[in-house]
T-cell receptor, first 111, second 113 residues
Framework: EDQVTQSPEALRLQEGESSSLNCSYT??????LFWYRQDPGKGPEFLFT???AGEEKEKERLKATLTKKESFLHITAPKPEDSATYLC????????????FGIGTKLQVIP | EAQVTQNPRYLITVTGKKLTVTCSQN?????MSWYRQDPGLGLRQIYY???????DKGDVPEGYKVSRKEKRNFPLILESPSPNQTSLYFC????????????FGPGTRLTVL
């Protein structure tokens, strides 16, 4: 069964304290891995798509990387406005257009 | 402004009373999808649509129906809602497939008593 597991479930950082969020997946064929940010009471907002192992993408303080088994979202020198829930999702191959999300990591950055 | 809209944003109803949640996008996207989000379970896909008149089941389709008669609209229908369908629902769209980034609506909070 295809699975997406995110860790940790919650993370509390001091402002400026860098860290990484993990998304591990066991799927039969990966066509794309996505990272989204979700603020309380709002819909998820797209951050990155990664398609193949070794790929990296950056946006401001965020950097996403992908291996054959997992993806990391690195947060460098976070600010309080980076506080949100970060969601990982995968699109698998096989003729289907389903997308499977992980439960997410709730990040709190303290001033 | 490019956006996905959902209506209503909040709804309280009773068991068995048919309801429809509307979803509309103004980006000429081909792919549209419905998700429900529950604490501890995350976002789960209900149905998706690749284009007009083309729909398919996601991971949790039981108790839901969808239709795609126009490219911009993708309503979610609960013909006989039950309390276990109390949830936060999101509609999303993307350019052409699930491998593209999805744009999400603001969500509909549904309570079934």
């Amino acid at each position: 069964e295809d699975q997406v597991t995110q860790s940790p479930e919650a993370l509390r950082l001091q402002e400026g304290e860098s860290s990484s969020l993990n998304c591990s997946y066991t799927v039969s064929g990966l066509r794309g891995l996505f990272w989204y940010r979700q603020d309380p009471g709002k819909g998820p907002e797209f951050l990155f798509t990664l398609y193949s192992a070794g790929e990296e993408k950056e946006k401001e303080r965020l950097k996403a990387t992908l291996t054959k088994k997992e993806s990391f979202l690195h947060i460098t020198a976070p600010k309080p406005e980076d506080s949100a829930t970060y969601l990982c999702a995968v699109h698998i191959s096989g003729g289907y257009q389903k997308v499977t999300f992980g439960i997410g990591t709730k990040l709190q950055v303290i001033p | 402004e490019a956006q996905v809209t959902q209506n209503p944003r909040y709804l309280i109803t009773v068991t068995g009373k048919k309801l429809t949640v509307t979803c509309s996008q103004n980006m000429n996207h081909e792919y549209m999808s419905w998700y429900r989000q529950d604490p501890g379970l995350g976002l789960r896909q209900i149905y998706y649509s690749m284009n007009v008149e083309v729909t398919d089941k996601g991971d949790v389709p039981e108790g839901y129906k969808v239709s795609r008669k126009e490219k911009r609209n993708f309503p979610l229908i609960l013909e006989s809602p039950s309390p276990n369908q109390t949830s936060l629902y999101f509609c999303a769209s993307s350019l052409s497939a699930a491998s593209n980034e999805q744009f999400f609506g603001p969500g509909t909070r549904l309570t079934v008593l």
